[in-house]
Nanobody
Framework: VQLQASGGGSAQAGGSLRLSCALSGFISGINYMAWYRQAPGNQRELVAGITSSGPTTFADSVKGRFTISGDSAKSILYLQMNSLKPEDTAVYYC?????????WGKGTQVTVSS
């Protein structure tokens, strides 16, 4: 499984960005996908996750501002980020799980200025 994240960039506080994560390869059996982020000096943290049956989870810091969704036909995972804050600045990574095996994509930088 290969994951390719895109859509990062710079935004002003209060602005929006949409990240995409394209899956390729043998993707049958993927049952969970998520977005993580890592700011300089911090540990990687979960931002949002979604199961194959639909339930989602969000970090408290992004609830009400970010949404996670997937397009199964295109094998793409999205993260819509609204009302961005400077503290959202980080490298964002997508992850896909097949059972106990996790696959990670390379990150995409998001920078939010005040």
């Amino acid at each position: 499984v290969q994951l390719q994240a895109s859509g990062g960039g710079s935004a002003q506080a209060g602005g929006s960005l949409r990240l995409s994560c394209a899956l390729s390869g043998f993707i049958s059996g993927i049952n969970y996908m998520a977005w993580y982020r890592q700011a300089p000096g911090n540990q990687r943290e979960l931002v949002a996750g979604i199961t194959s049956s639909g339930p989602t989870t969000f970090a408290d810091s992004v609830k009400g501002r970010f949404t996670i969704s997937g397009d199964s036909a295109k094998s793409i995972l999205y993260l819509q980020m609204n009302s961005l804050k400077p503290e959202d600045t980080a490298v964002y990574y997508c992850r896909a799980d097949r059972g106990s095996i996790s696959y990670w994509g390379k990150g995409t930088q998001v920078t939010v200025s005040s």
